[in-house]
């Protein structure tokens, strides 16, 4: 494939169609660009045998060390070779084009309004199942998740790298000065407030800020985890998806952003059940909900920072790779923006209490 294609977002779905007829070994007579993602390109590719598979088309960028693919299709290997069904099939992947097929899942996206109790429970059966992995002779060979964080002082260290981040960018726009307002006059702040606060919790209640979460207590997680990354089959069955940042994580960190996630609109009593079937399912873990309590506002701030990707360069630009069509960015900034500020007004306001503790 001409490398043009890995990092043009303009390229027409057809001119992919020769190298998905390859991988495939069967000659492509459909391509249809589906799905929202933010990251990757998504297609549903009909070969001349009628079959049909998604092929995912992942952004390669400098500034971007992960390697989305071989996270993903390696991942989705190792967990389908291990006899989980509620995922994709992996198919073939070429990493040269950046390309990945997997086999198709008939299946619609779930909304927040239509999650029941019934797919909270398939959710945690699901993150069970990935719990009993973590001694297969082979999980050791998994990298931690995205950005994952085993101490309380590594979930500050990954916020301030972010907020500097935010900081330093040198893009211009009629939001910039929002955005310089709302880091320093309101984040800021509240960070330091938050943290502080967290920290003395913890040493009050004789956890350590630096010394890392055993291995024990870590668990396989997809880390974007929830029903925004699910299909639901015409059958009732969920299938989950996007395993882009797949990895060891702590149980806790995978609990907070399940509730966090701003795709995740659960209602109040929904996020309790989840806290509560969660916990459970990790029951021999006495101080996790003690560590949930710890960690939740400190990564309701990191989804603060997350929310404002739209004013990073690079991070626009593999939304732009992904996204059919594009938006205006200031429009889409604004937007971010307000959501950013709504979050953290929430965190401030329920910080000092956790609000999803079974009452």
Same mark, same amino acid.
């Given at each position: 494939m001409p490398s043009s294609?890995?990092?043009? #977002? &303009? *390229?027409?779905? =057809?001119?992919?169609?020769?190298?998905?007829g390859h991988l495939l070994g069967a000659s492509v007579t459909d391509l249809e660009a589906i799905g929202?993602?933010?990251?990757?390109?998504? @297609?549903?590719?009909?070969?001349?045998?009628?079959?049909? @598979?998604?092929?995912?088309r992942y952004p390669r960028h400098p500034s971007d060390a992960r390697d989305r693919l071989a996270t993903e299709f390696d991942s989705l290997q190792f967990l389908w070779d291990a006899g989980i069904?509620?995922?994709?099939?992996?198919? *073939? &992947?070429?990493?040269?084009?950046? =390309?990945? *097929? @997997?086999?198709?899942?008939?299946?619609a996206r779930i909304h927040s309004e239509h999650v029941t109790p019934h797919d909270v429970d398939a959710a945690v059966e699901f993150l069970a199942a990935l719990r009993a992995l973590r001694d297969?002779?082979?999980?050791?060979?998994?990298?931690?998740?995205?950005?994952?964080?085993?101490?309380?002082?590594?979930?500050?260290d990954t916020i301030e790298?972010?907020?500097?981040?935010?900081?330093?960018?040198?893009?211009?726009?009629?939001?910039?000065?929002?955005?310089?307002?709302?880091?320093?006059? &309101?984040?800021r702040p509240a960070f330091h407030r938050v943290m502080r606060w967290c920290v003395e919790l913890a040493e009050q209640a004789g956890q350590s800020v630096t010394e890392?979460?055993?291995?024990?207590?870590r668990t396989l997680s997809p880390?974007? *985890?929830?029903?925004?990354?699910?299909?639901?089959? #015409? &059958?009732?069955?969920?299938?989950?998806?996007?395993?882009?940042?797949?990895?060891?994580?702590? #149980?806790?960190? =995978?609990?907070a952003d399940f509730l966090l996630h701003p795709a995740m609109a659960l209602s109040e009593d929904l996020k309790r059940y989840v806290v509560s079937r969660l916990l459970a399912c990790f029951k021999e873990q006495v101080a996790l909900g003690l560590r949930l309590r710890l960690v939740y506002p400190l990564f309701g701030l990191k989804w603060c920072m997350i929310l404002l990707n739209e004013f990073v360069p690079q991070d626009r630009r593999r939304r732009d790779f992904a996204t059919f069509p594009l938006r205006v960015p200031e429009a889409l900034q604004a937007e971010q923006l307000a959501k950013a500020r709504w979050k953290l007004q929430k965190i401030l306001q329920t910080y000092e209490r956790f609000p999803y503790a079974d009452h």
């Open positions: 294609l890995l990092f043009n #977002p &303009e *390229v027409k779905p =057809m001119d992919l169609a020769g190298t998905l929202n993602g933010r990251n990757s390109q998504v @297609y549903r590719v009909r070969c001349s045998d009628q079959r049909l @598979y998604a092929a995912k069904r509620t995922i994709p099939q992996p198919v *073939v &992947e070429d990493r040269r084009a950046g =390309m990945a *097929v @997997y086999a198709f899942i008939d299946g297969h002779p082979e999980s050791h060979r998994l990298p931690a998740a995205s950005e994952a964080c085993f101490t309380l002082g590594a979930i500050g790298a972010r907020l500097g981040r935010l900081a330093a960018t040198d893009a211009e726009g009629p939001l910039r000065g929002a955005l310089e307002d709302f880091l320093h006059q &309101e984040f890392e979460l055993p291995q024990t207590f880390s974007d *985890v929830g029903f925004h990354n699910a299909l639901r089959c #015409p &059958e009732g069955r969920i299938v989950f998806v996007d395993f882009e940042h797949f990895g060891w994580d702590d #149980p806790a960190k =995978m609990i």
